[in-house]
């Protein structure tokens, strides 16, 4: 589904991903883990086409498609969703308005026609339940006034409407309590189909205590230098992220 | 990089689509201004005597004026003896029924979204269209009737009601004003009048349509409505005109009488041709629009939607003389390209415990020049003013301006003013948010832009909200890459 192959990347000129190879097929769920600064949120800002990043070298394929080429939007139509961080406030542009022309967005990509002001409504009814979002949801702005737990059970509602092939989460973990950690990662996993896929980015084992991975990567300074199933994540929790270091930077 | 250098850059052309011309045939007399064109345009429109005097009172104190100066605008001069005073299409004035209407003209209505037929009508809506000189028809004029609610183009109640016109004529803008309003005094052409009786509430929404057609005219309308004792009005007024590569001037005048109780609501939509994207051409929009809140609690609530008009000179005032009587200002004000605009409103407290609220939103994109000038003046005797004014400006690209002049005279210690002002950027980040979504940049900042001027457009009648929401955009559209 996904294929990095020696992605390299910079922002305002200074080099943060220094080759990154990473595959992905459908049904799976990876976690990528690593300590601060490692380059984690700038693979996936680099992945939905964030023009704050320049690709410098590399290739990424998503569906048998280059897409390192593409606009953020298209990108996005083509089935790439991200999860995040810090989701922007979008004061006085009410969640309805603005799930709908993202999901017509992504219907005329498609070449579908837009839909129904009653289907919408039933949709965004049945997909809030998912992530225990409340009504008053509807008449919001986007993300205004939101709490940190809000706003993450919000991304996932966003991320079940518009239904991704590939759904990067970044640190969707960081400020939320154990309440909302738990709704979040039981959105994350009523969503996951063999179809899909998932990209969780996190510093803590907690998150994949809910959402469990398949595959887990380090990464440290712009490089993937380590892989292995869930036991990885485990042995990070309990040892940290410094017999790594020492690993890397004592070669 | 590159995309995000390009996200709040000024680009292609608006998109226009207002901008045909009706081939009809009019009648249109000798270009110029003089003493002889204002007789000429009274007798066209068969005047009484009194209002040849008015034209001519006007006419005369004009002469003696400079145009206005101190707004940020750049105003080329206008040469007043290359503009045509009076154009109108060849038919019947005040034809009796839609049969007598030039099928040209229903056309151009319809094209405008403004069918004259009754029955296909939005709903709830009579209309007053008004090409160039004259009113083309009005609708609805004898359902409303029934209710002795007076609803007609204004040079019909010269003759229909000469007593109110009297009264209320130059009541709220006197023709000594300004520049401008002695200017449209002086050879004003047609538009609404509209008197609502004591205790009527106007069942459906009153409009006006203005449309300029004939090429190096000047449209000079005058609207004035009077709402007696507990009646209320909601009033809308919209504008277009064809894509040309001159100026064209429009000065209207707009006088608003609340008596006691009353309450009015004032809407604008207004579309008129704003120049193309090298600034060439464009509508000269200078209007003098005022009202009066005579009456104890009576309520003039102004809501306007400027996206049109190369240059724009508006200040809708309120005057509030009545004790506990309300003055609303809504506005949200679109500049792109080459445009300018320089509009805000009046605050007059002289009546007790007055209240007034401003809100103002100035969108600039392109090379635009957007100003917010306002006033909030309490005289000594209005005890227990309130008002709050909320400024903000949101900037599209760095090659524009946005500019807030605010004034307060205050001259009761008892006043409460209040003034927020906040000038914004749509962010990089809102856009790509947006982006990832799928919504494509120029999608996403309609939303945003809509989103921060929702405040205002809310206040808009529902009818037009919608046509309103997709004029912003449109108005926007080819402001960012």
Redesign the interface.
């Known amino acids: 589904m996904l294929e990095i192959k020696n992605l390299h990347a910079n922002i305002n000129g200074k080099e943060i991903l220094k080759g990154i190879n990473l595959t992905v097929n459908a049904g799976e769920v990876h976690a990528i883990m690593g300590p601060n600064g490692s380059g984690k949120s700038t693979l996936s800002s680099v992945l939905?086409?964030?023009?704050?990043?320049?690709v410098t070298e590399g290739e990424v394929i998503f569906n048998g498609k280059p897409i390192l080429g593409m606009?953020?939007?298209d990108r996005?139509?083509e089935g790439l969703?991200?999860s995040?961080q810090y989701?922007?406030e979008?004061?006085?542009?009410?969640m309805v308005?603005?799930m709908r022309?993202?999901l017509n967005?992504?219907r005329k990509?498609k070449k579908l026609d837009p839909v129904s002001a009653s289907d919408f409504l039933k949709l965004m009814r049945q997909k809030r339940a998912i992530v225990e979002l409340d009504n008053k949801l509807a008449s919001r702005?986007?993300n205004e006034g939101f709490s940190g737990g809000e706003k993450k059970r919000n991304e996932i509602f966003?991320m079940a409407m518009?239904e991704p092939k590939l759904a990067i989460l970044d640190e969707t973990d960081s400020g939320l309590d154990i309440d909302a950690l738990r709704v979040v990662a039981n959105g994350v996993n009523t969503l996951r189909t063999p179809e899909n896929a998932a990209i969780v980015i996190t510093h803590y084992q907690r998150l994949l205590d809910y959402i469990k991975p398949d595959v887990v990567h380090v990464l440290y300074k712009g490089r993937i230098v380590k892989t292995g199933g869930p036991e990885l994540a485990l042995e990070l929790e309990e040892k940290g992220y410094d017999w790594i270091k020492k690993e890397i930077d004592g070669e | 990089m590159q995309e995000s250098n390009n996200i709040l850059q000024e680009v292609t052309t608006t998109d226009y689509k207002y901008g045909f011309v009706t081939d009809i045939d009019t009648e249109v007399i000798p270009k110029g201004l003089s003493e002889d064109v204002v007789r000429i345009i009274s007798a066209k429109k068969n005047e009484p005597e009194w209002m040849l005097d008015f034209r001519l009172k006007a006419y005369r104190y004009w002469l003696t004026l400079d145009p206005p100066a101190w707004a940020h605008l750049n105003i080329p001069p206008i040469d007043y003896q290359e503009i045509i005073f009076y154009a109108a299409p060849k038919q019947k004035v005040g034809p009796k029924s839609l049969d007598e209407v030039d099928p040209e003209l229903l056309e151009t209505f319809n094209k405008l979204g403004i069918p004259l037929e009754e029955q296909k009508h939005l709903s709830g809506m009579a209309v007053d269209a008004v090409m160039d000189s004259v009113s083309v028809k009005t609708t609805f004029k004898e359902n409303l009737a029934e209710k002795g609610i007076i609803f007609s183009s204004f040079s019909e109640a010269v003759k229909d009601h000469p007593d109110l016109i009297k009264k209320y004529m130059g009541s709220v803008v006197s023709y000594r004003d300004n520049y401008f309003a002695a200017l449209n005094s002086a050879v004003f052409s047609d538009g609404s009048f509209v008197y609502i009786p004591k205790g009527v509430r106007c069942p459906m929404e009153l409009s006006t349509y203005f449309r300029i057609n004939t090429a190096n005219t000047g449209q000079f309308e005058r609207t004035l409505i009077v709402a007696d004792d507990d009646s209320y009005v909601s009033y809308l007024e919209g504008c277009t005109a064809p894509m040309r590569d001159e100026n064209q001037l429009h000065a209207a005048i707009v006088e608003i009488v609340a008596m006691d109780r009353a309450d009015v609501k004032y809407s604008t939509v207004q579309n008129w041709y704003p120049g193309d994207k090298n600034g060439v051409g464009g509508i000269y929009n200078f209007v003098t629009k005022r009202g009066i809140c005579k009456g104890h609690a009576s309520k003039i609530s102004w809501t306007q939607v400027e996206t049109g008009s190369a240059i724009t000179w508006k200040y809708p005032s309120c005057i509030l003389a009545g004790d506990d009587s309300i003055g609303e200002f809504y506005s949200v004000a679109v500049t792109n390209n080459y445009q300018e605009a320089d509009t805000g409103t009046k605050m007059i407290h002289i009546g007790r415990n007055t209240r007034s609220t401003i809100v103002s939103k100035g969108i600039s994109a392109g090379h635009s020049q957007n100003s917010y000038r306002g006033l909030v003046k309490v005289s000594a005797k209005a005890e227990n003013a309130r008002n709050h004014s909320q400024c903000d400006s949101l900037l599209l690209g760095d090659q524009c301006g946005a500019h807030t002049f605010p004034y307060a005279d205050i001259q009761n210690e008892t006043a409460v003013i209040e003034h927020e002002a906040t000038t914004s950027k749509i962010s990089e980040e809102q856009v790509f948010y947006c982006n990832q979504r799928g919504i494509s940049t120029e999608e996403a900042v309609g939303l945003i832009v809509n989103g921060y001027a929702r405040e205002v457009m809310n206040k808009l009648p529902m009818e037009f909200a919608v046509e309103a929401q997709k004029l912003l955009a449109i108005s926007l559209e080819g402001s960012v890459g």
């Open positions: 939905v086409g964030n023009p704050a990043f320049e606009s953020p939007e996005s139509c969703f991200l995040f989701p922007v979008i004061p006085g542009v009410s308005n603005f022309a993202a967005a992504n990509y702005s986007v966003q518009l």
